[in-house]
């Protein structure tokens, strides 16, 4: 089993940062793939970023430039720093990653956390 916890989020200004962090456990064996998705009220959930097990990544149109996303190996976490925070960027942030654990070791499951609310406002 393994669990993806959140955490970071908060009200904050226009113009703002916050930074989210996502921290993976259980029996992993390895981590592929992780990325940050959001769904506002009444919209569907849309991916924010991603990073590769490499270090690839790619962004959203509306984030480029603001949001970074990046990943910590060693402690099967990734993170998103985000900058210069608009109104529209309200929303629950929810991470999600590929695992490949010890009781499933020939497959990568998908899981996703629980999500996180930023709200930004002034």
């Known amino acids: 089993q393994v669990q993806l916890v959140e955490s970071g989020g908060g009200l904050v200004q226009p113009g703002g940062s916050l930074r989210l962090s996502c921290a993976a456990s259980?029996?992993?064996?390895?981590?592929?793939?992780m990325a940050w998705y959001r769904q506002a009220p009444g919209k569907q959930r849309d991916l924010v970023a991603r990073?590769?097990?490499?270090?690839?990544?790619n962004y959203a149109d509306s984030v480029k430039g603001r949001f970074t996303i990046s990943r910590d190996n060693a402690k099967n976490t990734v993170y998103l720093q985000m900058n210069s925070l608009k109104p529209e960027d309200t929303a629950v942030y929810y991470c999600?990653?590929?695992?490949?654990?010890?009781?499933?070791?020939?497959?990568?499951?998908?899981?996703w956390g629980q999500g996180t609310q930023v709200t930004v406002s002034s």
């Open positions: 990073i590769t097990s490499g270090g690839s990544t």
């Open positions: 999600n990653t590929d695992v490949r654990t010890t009781s499933r070791a020939w497959t990568y499951i998908n899981y």
């Open positions: 259980g029996n992993i064996l390895s981590i592929n793939a």
